[in-house]
């Protein structure tokens, strides 16, 4: 009688990187700009504008994952922008700023994909009429950025509006992932519901 083993391969599970009460495993402006409010993550405000980018972001680096997140971004004065950095390194200069990819939010950058203080430009963007349709203004969507070996892909409630391939093999394929709120307007965003599953 022959009896074949099969190797069970662990799979790896999403792991919570918020608790919904501490800033644990995260660090940035945690006395002024960001805020844990009923159980969310609140940066900006609406009563001051907020007067340059500011970012959260975790103390372990990352390099292929599924991230998803459910966020709110609300404003009314100025550049309503927030968005989620990956494969990402602080600036030193400034030392507010992060260098890197960032899966952006706001006006005229829904659900796009931007480089970050490094080639400073979107690299690739949804139909704008197309996104506009996915996107709840002033309420709560589901976010997911999905990399793996330099492919990325965007998707907002539960539609993909990005997939894009790195040509530059020198662009890090790793790094910090963090959460923005951008300078330039009277805006808040909040965050709940993060999760990673680390490919």
């Known amino acids: 009688m022959l009896v074949t083993f099969i190797a069970m391969v662990p799979q790896k599970k999403k792991v919570s990187l918020f608790d919904g009460k501490t800033f644990s495993g995260w660090e940035g402006d945690t006395v002024k700009t960001w805020k844990i409010e009923n159980g969310t ?95 709840k203004l002033n309420d709560w969507n589901d976010y997911q950025v999905r990399s793996e070996h330099g492919r990325i892909r965007i998707m907002l409630n539960g539609k993909q509006t990005v997939d894009y391939t790195e040509p530059d093999k020198s662009i890090p394929q790793q790094g910090l992932i963090g959460l923005q709120i951008h300078g330039g307007g009277k805006a808040k965003v909040y965050y709940k519901d993060i999760f990673i599953e680390e490919l």
């Open 41 to 135: 993550i609140a940066g900006g405000s609406l009563e001051e504008t907020v007067p340059h980018n500011e970012f959260l972001v975790t103390k372990k680096t990352y390099s292929n994952f599924i991230l998803t997140l459910k966020f709110k971004l609300t404003g009314h004065d100025g550049f309503i922008n927030t968005g989620v950095q990956f494969h990402s390194v602080r600036s030193k200069d400034p030392s507010y700023e992060m260098i890197g990819y960032q899966a952006d939010l706001g006006e005229k950058f829904w659900a796009s994909l931007y480089d970050e203080s490094r080639r400073n430009k979107t690299l690739i963007a949804p139909d704008s009429a197309e996104v506009l349709k996915l996107v």
